[in-house]
């Protein structure tokens, strides 16, 4: 028993900086997705081909070649960040993208009747987006956005590359030093219930938003 605890403590150390990246880069990618699907929609052709240029390069290539590009070739031309900035930079601009596209289609969905009945009434366009609009958009990307946050904690494990001692590189170099498979159920047990926490949280919030569906 005295083992198993040793080894959580030291993997409890590796899930603060996994949480840390999770965090933050759901912090930072959420509106700036919000921001590129905006872009995206824009009746200005340069910069909504500009947006559609950037969401086919983060998707279209991997994570970890993104990864590596922000933390190698950033500093050839001047620019030198420490390991977690240069996580959280590459994790952010990848998950923006994604998420501006699920952002686009869950503008794209709502039909221009209700802009129009909403003008009828005498609202403003502030105002229709705030109360009859984006309440419907929230509802309909909640399932795609809660499955790109789960993916998000498991993309997580991709920070081994610049050395950084997350969830899974605690559990494997325990695994390396005492030939032991314990901690790697560990760190299954822990990437289960942090999804089991956010699963929940979203199923809350589809329940909460479900009364906006028209």
């Known amino acids: 028993m005295e083992h198993i605890a040793n080894t959580i403590i030291l993997m409890l150390e590796g899930t603060e900086t996994t949480l840390k990246i999770f965090c933050i880069t759901f912090i930072l990618s959420i509106p700036l997705g919000l921001l590129v699907s905006l872009s995206r929609l824009s009746k ?97 990307v909640l399932p795609p956005v809660s499955n790109e946050t789960i993916n998000l904690v498991k993309d997580t494990s991709l920070i081994y590359i610049l050395a950084m001692n997350d969830l899974l590189r605690v559990a494997r170099t325990i695994v390396q030093r005492e030939f032991d498979m314990t901690p790697f159920i560990v760190a299954a047990v822990f990437y289960l219930i942090m999804t089991f926490v956010l699963t929940y949280i979203f199923n809350r919030l589809e329940t909460h938003y479900g009364k906006y569906e028209v």
């Open 44 to 140: 200005l052709k340069p910069l909504s081909l500009l947006m559609e240029l950037y969401i086919w390069i983060m998707r279209g290539t991997p994570l970890m070649l993104q990864l590596l590009f922000v933390y190698f070739a950033l500093p050839m031309i001047g620019i030198k960040l420490s390991d977690i900035s240069a996580a959280l930079l590459a994790f952010t601009l990848n998950y923006a993208a994604y998420f501006a596209e699920i952002f686009r289609a869950g503008i794209q969905s709502i039909s221009r009747g209700q802009y129009e009945a909403a003008k009828t009434l005498g609202m403003s366009y502030p105002q229709t987006m705030r109360r009859i609009i984006l309440p419907q958009v929230i509802r309909r």
